[in-house]
């Protein structure tokens, strides 16, 4: 069992930057893949960003890409997204979540475990 808490988010003018965090307890973290997805209001939960347990390796979102970095911290049991440049089209709640097998994938049935979300509003 693992459990992920997310925190970070809030309101942020567009062009504008926020980190955010995603803890986790239970389980060894460093044997996870981790993943940050988002839900806007009225769509589907959409795949955000990946990173590897051993950090070597991640994956962003097209439409993410150049704006925002997915990190990892094993000692601390944390992930983060730093989101720089932030536009409307970013507003969602964000959630992170594990995968518990070793292969990259970026669909959120693949993935076990889920954070509560933390909310991100971008305006004009």
């Known amino acids: 069992q693992v459990q992920l808490a997310e925190s970070g988010g809030g309101l942020v003018q567009a062009g504008g930057s926020l980190r955010l965090s995603c803890a986790a307890s239970?389980?060894?973290?460093?044997?996870?893949?981790m993943g940050w997805f988002r839900q806007a209001p009225g769509k589907e939960r959409e795949f955000v960003a990946l990173?590897?347990?051993?950090?070597?390796?991640?994956i962003h979102a097209d439409s993410v890409k150049g704006r925002f970095t997915v990190s990892r911290d094993n000692a601390k049991n944390t992930v983060y997204l730093q989101m720089n440049s932030l536009k409307p089209e970013d507003t969602a709640v964000y959630y992170c979540?594990?995968?518990?097998?070793?292969?990259?994938?970026?669909?959120?049935?693949?993935?076990?475990?889920w954070g509560q979300g933390t909310q991100v509003t971008v305006s004009l």
């Open positions: 979540a594990t995968r518990s097998q070793p292969t990259l994938l970026t669909g959120p049935r693949f993935y076990d475990y």
């Open positions: 239970g389980r060894t973290f460093s044997n996870y893949v």
């Open positions: 990173i590897t347990w051993s950090g070597d390796r991640a």
